[in-house]
């Protein structure tokens, strides 16, 4: 079983302030996406990675593979309130299987 | 464009009552189609996927089931509902290409 591993598991920040969450894993994945949920919905998709290092910018979201394509990490800068919510990274090893991550709850407090 | 449905929204059945929660595509044809369970702000896990009418994996082993009468339906099933069943329950779908697109959800209580 492959597992992704998010820290931190919540996160509780103040307007305007800067954050990092982790995907961390022993495997290596063929790509790697992140999600934005928020309550009551369904996950929406952030992005997707493929190539190790590859970084990927969205406004204030900067998105990093890893080299080994083992890990990843999100990059929130200047933090809004409407960046509230529940992140989860999801990375795809074959076999039409993609395995999610335990997700990180951030709250943004204006 | 894509568009996923799931119904219901909500459901609150009692322990040992069956269960239907259905799941249609629409924008799209052959979909990828995923059953998962998500606990209250946590990660999801998957339940069921397809790759094509009347194709199921499970991945769990547990008192529900899937099928796919038809290309863009996934229908998840319980003959008997049991109270560690109760969850958030989500749709997605793929073109095999790991970018899934999720249903607006079922929360699920059994009481």
């Known amino acids: 079983t492959q597992l992704l591993e998010q820290s931190p598991q919540f996160l509780s920040i103040q307007e305007g302030e800067n954050l990092t969450v982790y995907c961390n894993s022993s495997?290596?994945?063929?790509?790697l996406q992140w999600y934005r949920q928020e309550p009551g919905e369904g996950p929406v998709l952030l992005v997707t990675?493929?190539?190790?290092?590859e970084v990927k910018k969205l406004k204030r979201l900067t998105f990093q593979f890893g080299d080994a394509r083992k890990d990843s990490s999100l990059h929130i800068t200047a933090a809004q309130p409407g960046d509230t919510g529940l992140y989860l990274c999801?990375?795809?090893?074959?076999?039409?299987?993609?395995?999610f991550g335990t997700g990180t709850k951030l709250q943004v407090i204006p | 464009s894509q568009t996923i449905h799931q119904w219901p929204a909500t459901l609150v059945q009692p322990v040992g009552s069956p269960l239907s929660l259905e799941c249609t595509v629409e924008?799209?044809?052959?979909?990828?189609l995923y059953w998962y369970r998500q606990a209250a702000g946590r990660g999801l896990q998957l339940l069921f996927y397809?790759?094509?009418?009347?194709?199921i994996s499970s991945e769990v082993p547990q008192n529900l089931s899937a099928s796919r009468p038809q290309d863009r339906q996934f229908i998840l099933s319980s003959k008997k509902l049991l109270l560690s069943d109760s969850g958030f329950y989500l749709c997605?779908?793929?073109?095999?290409?790991?970018?899934?697109?999720f249903g607006p959800g079922t929360r699920l209580t059994v009481t």
């Open positions: 997605a779908w793929d073109r095999g290409v790991y970018e899934q697109y």
């Open positions: 495997s290596v994945f063929s790509s």
């Open positions: 990675v493929v190539t190790g290092g």
């Open positions: 999801a990375g795809d090893w074959g076999y039409q299987k993609v395995t």
């Open positions: 924008g799209t044809s052959n979909p990828n």
């Open positions: 397809s790759v094509g009418i009347g194709q």
